[in-house]
């Protein structure tokens, strides 16, 4: 079956280190997404990609990083330099011809700073 | 920036009969796109109904139906005969046509009483 998978589904991080979420999808969709979600924020982009090798900040870049790699693939880095990292992390994607139809979603991943 | 406002935070109610959650959006921009996204407790984002802005006639998904009012940049969301399984937040969500980065309300979360 087609999807996008996010690993893991928690991850704690102590203060001071970087870490990765990853995002995978069969789905053959160019564009991928990260979004941020905060209890009564909503969902917030963090970056995005429209292409291999190509990528663009959204709303709330700083403190984090991305790559794109390989079209199916769009990992996301917590860095050290975000200061409020805990959060629930969603990564999308979506056919760029037809992302108007909306994005397949991953089941998300839970950030905890201990 | 677009920006999307739901301005009920929390709604409830009775299992069978009608509710109607609000949204607003701010734009400039003619022709987008606009959608209403499901988060059940499982936290998997679900869509539920999509509307094309130059489409006038409002889309019908099964209970779920909008009334899209372009002019007031109005996006409520109806559900009729509510179900248990109807219970989740509730995200409305703006795209901008030919730009496939979405934006998000900060949701309503729907309860559903037995």
């Known amino acids: 079956d087609g999807g996008i998978t996010q690993s893991p589904k928690y991850l704690f991080r102590k203060e001071g280190q970087n870490v990765t979420l990853s995002c995978e999808q069969n789905?053959?969709?160019?564009?991928m997404y990260w979004y941020r979600q905060d209890p009564g924020q909503g969902l917030r982009l963090i970056y995005y990609?429209?292409?291999?090798?190509?990528?663009q900040k959204g709303d709330i870049a700083e403190g984090y990083s991305v790559s794109r790699e390989k079209k199916e693939s769009f990992p996301l880095t917590v860095t050290s330099a975000q200061k409020n990292p805990t959060a629930f992390y969603l990564c999308?994607?979506?056919?760029?011809?037809?992302?108007?139809?909306?994005?397949?979603f991953g089941s998300g991943t839970r950030l905890t700073v201990v | 920036a677009q920006t999307v406002t739901q301005s009920q935070p929390e709604m409830s109610v009775q299992e069978a009969e009608t509710v109607t959650l609000s949204c607003t959006y701010d734009?400039?921009?003619?022709?987008?796109?606009l959608f209403w996204y499901k988060q059940p407790p499982s936290r998997q984002m679900i869509l539920v109904i999509r509307?094309?802005?130059?489409?006038?006639q409002n889309a019908t998904e099964n209970r779920f139906s909008v009334n899209f009012q372009k002019a007031a940049k109005s996006f409520s969301l109806k559900i009729s005969d509510s179900q248990l399984g109807d219970t989740a937040m509730y995200f409305c969500?703006?795209?901008?046509?030919?730009?496939?980065?979405?934006?998000f309300g900060a949701g309503t979360r729907l309860t559903v009483k037995p």
């Open positions: 999308a994607s979506s056919s760029v011809e037809a992302g108007h139809y909306g994005y397949t």
């Open positions: 789905l053959n969709h160019d564009a």
């Open positions: 990609s429209q292409i291999v090798n190509d990528f």
């Open positions: 734009t400039s921009e003619n022709n987008y796109y």
């Open positions: 509307q094309e802005a130059y489409k006038q």
């Open positions: 969500a703006f795209m901008r046509y030919n730009n496939n980065d979405m934006r």
